[in-house]
């Protein structure tokens, strides 16, 4: 299992970023795929997760209406569009799959908030 995800970067407040998690080694149109996380001193949190058909959506409440999940199943990819950003979505994010009872997690990609 791989996972690969990119388009971080920095972005003035207000601004939108749209990541994207490249997936290989499993069969992707079976499987779950999420968005999480982490900055600076505090604990990995789950911002969106998406069913294996894309037809169902949950996100933390602090990013709906903001952020939204989709995939594509015909190229292994799931993304994470980010509008109306804060300096408070400034983490690393990372995509993770659970094909079996192992998570697998991508290297992350950083995202900063600031003006």
């Known amino acids: 299992v791989h996972l690969v995800e990119s388009g971080g970067g920095l972005v003035q407040p207000g601004g939108s970023l749209r990541l994207s998690c490249a997936a290989s080694?499993?069969?992707?149109?079976?499987?779950?795929m999420s968005w999480y996380r982490q900055a600076p001193g505090k604990e990995r949190e789950l911002v969106a997760r998406i069913n294996n058909v894309g037809s169902y959506t949950t996100y933390a409440d602090s990013v709906k209406g903001r952020f939204t999940i989709s995939r594509d199943n015909a190229k292994n990819t799931v993304n994470l569009q980010m509008n109306s950003l804060k300096p408070e979505d400034t983490a690393v994010y990372y995509c993770?799959?659970?094909?079996?009872?192992?998570?697998?997690w991508g290297q992350g990609t950083q995202v900063t908030v600031s003006s």
């Open positions: 080694g499993f069969t992707f149109s079976s499987y779950v």
């Open positions: 993770k799959v659970q094909p079996g009872l192992r998570e697998y």
